[in-house]
Protein backbone atom coordinates (compact mmCIF):
# COMPACT_ATOMS: atom_id res chain seq x y z
CA UNK A 1 0.00 0.00 0.00
CA UNK A 2 1.42 3.37 -0.30
CA UNK A 3 -0.35 6.95 -0.30
CA UNK A 4 -2.25 9.01 -3.15
CA UNK A 5 -3.94 11.59 -3.05
CA UNK A 6 -7.33 13.01 -3.77
CA UNK A 7 -6.11 16.21 -5.02
CA UNK A 8 -2.52 15.70 -6.62
CA UNK A 9 -0.59 12.73 -7.40
CA UNK A 10 2.40 14.91 -7.49
CA UNK A 11 1.75 17.74 -5.56
CA UNK A 12 -0.31 15.68 -2.63
CA UNK A 13 -2.20 19.23 -2.11
CA UNK A 14 -4.46 17.81 0.11
CA UNK A 15 -6.37 14.43 1.49
CA UNK A 16 -4.09 11.36 1.61
CA UNK A 17 -6.07 8.32 0.71
CA UNK A 18 -4.96 4.48 0.46
CA UNK A 19 -4.58 3.42 -3.00
CA UNK A 20 -2.75 0.45 -4.46
CA UNK A 21 -1.44 -0.43 -7.87
CA UNK A 22 -3.83 -2.53 -10.12
CA UNK A 23 -2.15 -3.16 -13.22
CA UNK A 24 -0.27 -1.48 -16.51
CA UNK A 25 -3.29 -1.04 -19.09
CA UNK A 26 -2.82 0.09 -22.70
CA UNK A 27 -3.43 3.71 -23.12
CA UNK A 28 -6.24 3.71 -25.64
CA UNK A 29 -8.57 2.38 -22.80
CA UNK A 30 -6.93 2.08 -19.62
CA UNK A 31 -9.85 0.97 -17.73
CA UNK A 32 -11.94 -2.19 -17.05
CA UNK A 33 -15.72 -2.66 -18.26
CA UNK A 34 -17.85 -1.96 -14.67
CA UNK A 35 -19.72 -4.91 -13.43
CA UNK A 36 -22.84 -3.21 -11.94
CA UNK A 37 -23.12 -5.89 -9.14
CA UNK A 38 -20.99 -3.74 -7.14
CA UNK A 39 -23.43 -0.60 -7.34
CA UNK A 40 -25.67 -1.77 -4.67
CA UNK A 41 -25.62 1.35 -2.51
CA UNK A 42 -28.53 3.81 -2.89
CA UNK A 43 -25.79 6.90 -2.63
CA UNK A 44 -23.64 8.52 -3.32
CA UNK A 45 -24.70 8.13 -7.40
CA UNK A 46 -21.97 8.06 -9.96
CA UNK A 47 -22.30 10.83 -10.97
CA UNK A 48 -22.29 12.42 -7.48
CA UNK A 49 -18.60 11.02 -7.05
CA UNK A 50 -17.67 12.50 -10.82
CA UNK A 51 -18.83 15.76 -9.94
CA UNK A 52 -16.59 15.70 -6.50
CA UNK A 53 -13.82 14.39 -8.78
CA UNK A 54 -14.08 16.69 -11.16
CA UNK A 55 -13.52 19.61 -8.34
CA UNK A 56 -10.63 18.16 -7.07
CA UNK A 57 -8.89 16.67 -10.19
CA UNK A 58 -10.18 18.42 -12.92
CA UNK A 59 -7.68 21.03 -13.54
CA UNK A 60 -5.07 17.85 -14.05
CA UNK A 61 -5.43 17.04 -18.42
CA UNK A 62 -3.38 14.17 -17.83
CA UNK A 63 -5.49 11.90 -15.38
CA UNK A 64 -8.43 10.31 -16.15
CA UNK A 65 -10.84 7.83 -13.54
CA UNK A 66 -13.56 5.63 -14.12
CA UNK A 67 -16.13 4.88 -10.53
CA UNK A 68 -15.97 1.06 -10.44
CA UNK A 69 -18.03 0.22 -7.29
CA UNK A 70 -20.41 1.96 -4.61
CA UNK A 71 -20.88 -0.45 -2.01
CA UNK A 72 -23.14 -0.65 1.29
CA UNK A 73 -21.22 -1.43 3.85
CA UNK A 74 -21.86 -3.15 7.70
CA UNK A 75 -22.09 0.43 9.14
CA UNK A 76 -25.72 2.18 8.41
CA UNK A 77 -25.73 4.48 5.46
CA UNK A 78 -22.21 4.39 5.28
CA UNK A 79 -21.35 3.80 2.07
CA UNK A 80 -17.57 2.50 -0.10
CA UNK A 81 -16.42 4.34 -2.96
CA UNK A 82 -14.20 2.64 -5.12
CA UNK A 83 -12.68 4.49 -8.38
CA UNK A 84 -9.93 3.71 -10.83
CA UNK A 85 -7.46 6.03 -11.99
CA UNK A 86 -4.80 6.59 -15.05
CA UNK A 87 -2.39 9.28 -15.54
CA UNK A 88 -1.05 9.47 -19.07
CA UNK A 89 2.05 10.89 -17.65
CA UNK A 90 2.95 8.16 -16.22
CA UNK A 91 2.02 5.48 -18.85
CA UNK A 92 -1.55 5.02 -17.67
CA UNK A 93 -0.54 2.84 -15.44
CA UNK A 94 -3.93 1.97 -13.04
CA UNK A 95 -4.43 2.79 -9.80
CA UNK A 96 -7.35 2.46 -6.99
CA UNK A 97 -8.35 4.65 -4.84
CA UNK A 98 -11.22 3.96 -1.94
CA UNK A 99 -13.20 6.17 0.24
CA UNK A 100 -15.90 6.32 2.34
CA UNK A 101 -18.84 8.46 2.12
CA UNK A 102 -21.10 9.42 5.38
CA UNK A 103 -25.05 9.10 5.02
CA UNK A 104 -25.72 12.65 4.97
CA UNK A 105 -23.78 12.68 1.56
CA UNK A 106 -21.60 15.59 3.01
CA UNK A 107 -18.28 13.89 4.06
CA UNK A 108 -15.53 11.23 2.82
CA UNK A 109 -13.58 9.23 4.58
CA UNK A 110 -10.35 8.30 4.04
CA UNK A 111 -7.14 8.34 6.03
CA UNK A 112 -8.43 11.48 7.37
CA UNK A 113 -12.37 13.11 6.87
CA UNK A 114 -13.02 15.81 4.27
CA UNK A 115 -15.52 17.32 2.59
CA UNK A 116 -17.59 15.72 -0.47
CA UNK A 117 -19.59 16.87 -2.72
CA UNK A 118 -19.47 19.24 -6.73
CA UNK A 119 -18.55 21.95 -4.46
CA UNK A 120 -15.88 20.71 -1.69
CA UNK A 121 -14.51 24.05 -0.34
CA UNK A 122 -17.79 26.17 -0.08
CA UNK A 123 -18.04 25.65 3.22
CA UNK A 124 -14.73 26.75 4.51
CA UNK A 125 -15.04 29.87 1.90
CA UNK A 126 -18.02 30.63 3.58
CA UNK A 127 -16.19 30.81 6.99
CA UNK A 128 -12.92 32.50 5.59
CA UNK A 129 -14.83 35.42 4.17
CA UNK A 130 -16.56 35.85 7.93
CA UNK A 131 -13.39 35.39 9.62
CA UNK A 132 -9.97 35.31 8.30
CA UNK A 133 -9.38 38.98 9.96
CA UNK A 134 -5.33 39.16 9.49
CA UNK A 135 -3.81 41.47 7.53
CA UNK A 136 -4.25 41.52 3.79
CA UNK A 137 -3.24 43.15 0.77
CA UNK A 138 -4.56 42.73 -3.07
CA UNK A 139 -8.04 43.47 -4.11
CA UNK A 140 -10.57 44.86 -1.42
CA UNK A 141 -13.56 42.40 -2.37
CA UNK A 142 -13.61 39.10 -1.29
CA UNK A 143 -14.36 37.15 -4.37
CA UNK A 144 -11.04 35.88 -4.74
CA UNK A 145 -9.39 35.08 -1.69
CA UNK A 146 -6.69 33.75 -0.64
CA UNK A 147 -5.63 33.25 3.33
CA UNK A 148 -2.11 32.20 3.99
CA UNK A 149 -1.88 30.50 7.17
CA UNK A 150 1.66 31.05 8.64
CA UNK A 151 4.15 30.86 11.39
CA UNK A 152 7.22 33.27 11.85
CA UNK A 153 9.56 30.45 13.57
CA UNK A 154 8.21 27.98 10.43
CA UNK A 155 11.21 27.40 7.82
CA UNK A 156 8.97 26.61 5.26
CA UNK A 157 7.14 29.78 5.29
CA UNK A 158 9.52 31.73 5.35
CA UNK A 159 10.45 29.59 2.12
CA UNK A 160 6.94 29.95 1.03
CA UNK A 161 7.24 34.27 1.05
CA UNK A 162 8.63 34.42 -2.54
CA UNK A 163 5.64 31.56 -3.62
CA UNK A 164 3.03 34.22 -2.12
CA UNK A 165 4.77 36.79 -4.04
CA UNK A 166 4.32 35.30 -6.93
CA UNK A 167 1.06 34.68 -6.60
CA UNK A 168 0.05 38.30 -5.96
CA UNK A 169 1.52 38.99 -9.52
CA UNK A 170 -0.42 36.68 -11.15
CA UNK A 171 -3.82 37.22 -9.30
CA UNK A 172 -3.76 40.90 -8.93
CA UNK A 173 -7.37 40.33 -8.79
CA UNK A 174 -7.38 38.49 -5.61
CA UNK A 175 -7.58 39.36 -1.97
CA UNK A 176 -4.27 38.40 -0.17
CA UNK A 177 -5.39 37.36 4.34
CA UNK A 178 -1.94 36.15 6.52
CA UNK A 179 -3.49 34.37 9.17
CA UNK A 180 -1.03 33.58 12.05
CA UNK A 181 -1.33 29.91 13.50
CA UNK A 182 1.91 29.57 15.65
CA UNK A 183 2.96 26.19 16.13
CA UNK A 184 3.75 26.91 19.73
CA UNK A 185 4.60 23.26 20.38
CA UNK A 186 8.10 23.36 18.73
CA UNK A 187 8.22 27.29 18.13
CA UNK A 188 8.52 28.67 21.40
CA UNK A 189 8.86 32.31 20.00
CA UNK A 190 6.49 32.10 16.96
CA UNK A 191 3.02 33.44 19.62
CA UNK A 192 5.19 36.50 20.98
CA UNK A 193 6.33 37.46 17.41
CA UNK A 194 2.77 36.83 15.92
CA UNK A 195 1.20 38.63 18.68
CA UNK A 196 3.90 41.61 18.38
CA UNK A 197 3.12 41.48 14.18
CA UNK A 198 -0.73 41.65 14.94
CA UNK A 199 -0.05 45.00 17.23
CA UNK A 200 1.80 46.70 14.65
CA UNK A 201 -1.01 46.33 12.03
CA UNK A 202 -3.29 47.58 14.55
CA UNK A 203 -0.82 50.48 15.06
CA UNK A 204 0.75 50.71 11.93
CA UNK A 205 -1.77 49.46 9.64
CA UNK A 206 -1.39 46.43 7.23
CA UNK A 207 1.21 47.42 5.11
CA UNK A 208 3.34 47.96 8.07
CA UNK A 209 2.25 44.20 9.11
CA UNK A 210 4.08 43.33 5.60
CA UNK A 211 7.24 44.97 6.39
CA UNK A 212 7.29 43.70 9.94
CA UNK A 213 6.71 39.31 9.29
CA UNK A 214 9.28 40.70 6.13
CA UNK A 215 12.12 41.37 8.17
CA UNK A 216 10.96 38.75 11.17
CA UNK A 217 11.49 36.11 8.74
CA UNK A 218 14.94 37.45 6.93
CA UNK A 219 16.37 37.53 10.74
CA UNK A 220 14.39 34.39 11.53
CA UNK A 221 17.69 32.64 12.88
CA UNK A 222 17.30 34.98 15.74
CA UNK A 223 14.74 33.80 17.39
CA UNK A 224 16.10 32.50 19.82
CA UNK A 225 16.40 32.55 24.07
CA UNK A 226 19.40 35.10 23.33
CA UNK A 227 17.97 37.03 20.49
CA UNK A 228 14.32 36.90 20.32
CA UNK A 229 13.33 40.14 22.26
CA UNK A 230 16.52 41.91 19.51
CA UNK A 231 14.82 40.39 16.48
CA UNK A 232 11.29 41.05 17.17
CA UNK A 233 12.18 44.85 18.04
CA UNK A 234 14.43 45.23 15.33
CA UNK A 235 11.66 44.10 13.00
CA UNK A 236 8.65 46.70 14.75
CA UNK A 237 11.17 49.18 13.94
CA UNK A 238 11.38 48.25 10.56
CA UNK A 239 7.87 48.27 10.35
CA UNK A 240 7.69 52.18 11.89
CA UNK A 241 6.44 51.44 15.48
CA UNK A 242 7.86 52.15 18.47
CA UNK A 243 8.99 48.58 19.96
CA UNK A 244 8.00 49.28 23.84
CA UNK A 245 4.54 50.07 23.36
CA UNK A 246 4.60 47.05 20.57
CA UNK A 247 5.23 44.90 23.27
CA UNK A 248 3.58 45.87 26.00
CA UNK A 249 0.40 45.87 23.14
CA UNK A 250 1.64 41.94 22.24
CA UNK A 251 1.73 40.92 26.43
CA UNK A 252 -2.26 42.18 26.76
CA UNK A 253 -5.34 40.21 27.35
CA UNK A 254 -6.20 41.74 23.92
CA UNK A 255 -4.05 40.95 22.08
CA UNK A 256 -3.70 37.21 23.24
CA UNK A 257 -7.73 37.14 22.58
CA UNK A 258 -7.09 38.28 18.65
CA UNK A 259 -4.19 35.69 18.11
CA UNK A 260 -5.82 32.98 19.87
CA UNK A 261 -9.19 33.65 17.82
CA UNK A 262 -6.84 33.38 14.81
CA UNK A 263 -5.59 29.88 15.77
CA UNK A 264 -9.14 28.94 16.63
CA UNK A 265 -10.01 29.35 13.04
CA UNK A 266 -6.65 27.29 11.61
CA UNK A 267 -7.98 24.55 14.01
CA UNK A 268 -11.34 24.86 12.72
CA UNK A 269 -10.88 24.82 9.34
CA UNK A 270 -8.54 21.57 9.99
CA UNK A 271 -5.13 23.19 9.22
CA UNK A 272 -2.73 20.92 10.79
CA UNK A 273 0.30 22.37 9.21
CA UNK A 274 2.21 25.16 7.96
CA UNK A 275 2.26 26.91 5.43
CA UNK A 276 -1.40 26.69 4.40
CA UNK A 277 -2.97 28.27 1.57
CA UNK A 278 -6.76 28.66 1.16
CA UNK A 279 -8.05 29.59 -2.46
CA UNK A 280 -11.83 30.17 -2.02
CA UNK A 281 -11.72 27.31 0.87
CA UNK A 282 -9.70 25.21 -0.78
CA UNK A 283 -6.82 24.22 1.45
CA UNK A 284 -3.50 23.24 -0.10
CA UNK A 285 0.06 22.73 1.98
CA UNK A 286 2.73 25.08 0.12
CA UNK A 287 5.44 23.48 1.36
CA UNK A 288 6.91 21.34 -1.81
CA UNK A 289 4.57 21.72 -4.53
CA UNK A 290 5.83 23.25 -7.40
CA UNK A 291 4.44 26.69 -8.35
CA UNK A 292 3.21 25.77 -11.82
CA UNK A 293 1.00 23.02 -10.27
CA UNK A 294 -0.12 25.15 -7.38
CA UNK A 295 -1.00 27.52 -10.09
CA UNK A 296 -2.83 25.12 -11.94
CA UNK A 297 -4.71 23.82 -9.40
CA UNK A 298 -5.90 27.42 -8.58
CA UNK A 299 -6.57 28.28 -12.18
CA UNK A 300 -8.97 25.38 -11.83
CA UNK A 301 -10.78 26.20 -9.02
CA UNK A 302 -11.54 29.75 -10.13
CA UNK A 303 -12.67 28.70 -13.59
CA UNK A 304 -14.76 26.23 -11.74
CA UNK A 305 -16.35 29.05 -9.78
CA UNK A 306 -16.85 31.22 -13.02
CA UNK A 307 -14.19 33.40 -11.66
CA UNK A 308 -11.61 33.17 -14.78
Known amino acids: MRTQSLLSFAAAVAIAVGSAAVAQAPAADPFPAVNQKYFDA ?3 TADDVNAFLKAIWGYDTNRSWKVMAIQKTPAPGVSKVT ?3 ADKSQGNKVDSVRFFVTPDGKYAIADTVFRFGARPFEDNAKVLAAEANGPATGAADKKILFVEFADLQC ?51 DAA ?10 HQEGLTDAMADTTIANAVKAAGA ?40 HLMPLGGVPYETLKQVIDWDLKQEGLK
Open 209 to 218: FFTYIKDVFA
Open 42 to 44: ASP
Open 155 to 205: PHCKEAEPVMEHLQQDFPQARFVYQNYPLVEIHPFAYKSAATGNCVAQAKG
Open 83 to 85: IFV
Open 242 to 281: EPAAMATCAASPAAKAKLDGQMALAEKLGVDQTPMLAVNG
